[in-house]
């Protein structure tokens, strides 16, 4: 399975953009690119995903780089309750889908 | 949707028994994960049903580890003879998936500790 590289950790303040890097240079053609977030004593919860083109939606934004070797989660005003382990995943298209290798994620601390 | 559910939620067990956990799916999602996760790291994949068919069990599964999904509906995860080593968060997710890629929507898991 290809495999990602995230930060450790990382700090925002409550109500500013955070940007959370991912660097997967051997991502193949058919990958997609899934962030999912587990905040304390939950099961992980999926916040986004693409192929190619950046996507937005009312949790996230997702960069993706033009060449695709990485990628960016952008949360537009942090809160509180952002405060999760963030996993940044590929998953491969087919029957092999869903099948993905999530490693130790960044873990996001917002401070008030 | 009412979500995934996982029951139960602890399980305090000592070594060498058996332990039974399990997962109820969102509704009419076709394919179910079992995860183990150990603190301070991501989830490890274990195993995957579509519908009734086990298509994938990771080599981390040893044979003392099972798993159902005898109607397309429910799974359950079996642990023979437990071990110290086997304490960890089990993970369940569902998924429906059609072609494509895959979105996994997971439950609130099951928190082993053998004694």
């Known amino acids: 399975d290809a495999k990602t590289t995230q930060p450790n950790s990382m700090e925002s303040n409550e109500e500013e953009p955070v940007h959370l890097p991912c660097n997967h240079s051997?991502?193949?053609?058919?990958?997609?690119i899934h962030w999912y977030r587990q905040l304390p004593s939950q099961g992980p919860e999926y916040v986004i995903h693409?192929?190619?083109s950046n996507v937005n939606n009312r949790m996230a934004s997702l960069a993706i780089a033009e060449d695709r070797k990485s990628s960016t989660l952008i949360l537009h005003r942090a809160t509180l309750r952002d405060a999760a382990v963030y996993y940044c995943?590929?998953?491969?298209?087919?029957?092999?889908?869903?099948?993905?290798?999530f490693g130790d994620g960044t873990t996001l601390t917002v401070k008030p | 949707d009412t979500g995934v559910s996982q029951n139960p939620r602890h399980k305090i067990t000592k070594r060498g028994q058996n332990v039974t956990f399990r997962c109820d799916p969102i509704?009419?999602?076709?394919?179910l994960y079992w995860y183990r996760q150990t603190l301070g790291q991501g989830p490890e994949f274990l195993t995957y049903?579509?519908?009734?068919?086990?298509?994938?069990k990771s080599r981390l599964l040893s044979d003392r580890f099972s798993a159902e999904r005898p109607k397309g509906s429910f799974s359950t995860l079996e642990i023979q003879r437990t071990e110290q080593g086997d304490s960890a968060m089990y993970l369940c997710?569902?998924?429906?998936?059609?072609?494509?890629?895959?979105?996994?929507?997971f439950g609130p898991g099951t928190r082993l500790t053998v004694l």
């Open positions: 051997t991502i193949s053609g058919t990958d997609y």
């Open positions: 997710a569902s998924s429906l998936y059609w072609g494509g890629t895959d979105t996994q929507y």
């Open positions: 693409g192929l190619t």
């Open positions: 049903f579509q519908n009734e068919a086990q298509l994938e």
């Open positions: 509704s009419e999602h076709n394919r």
């Open positions: 995943i590929l998953s491969p298209e087919g029957t092999n889908a869903g099948k993905s290798t």
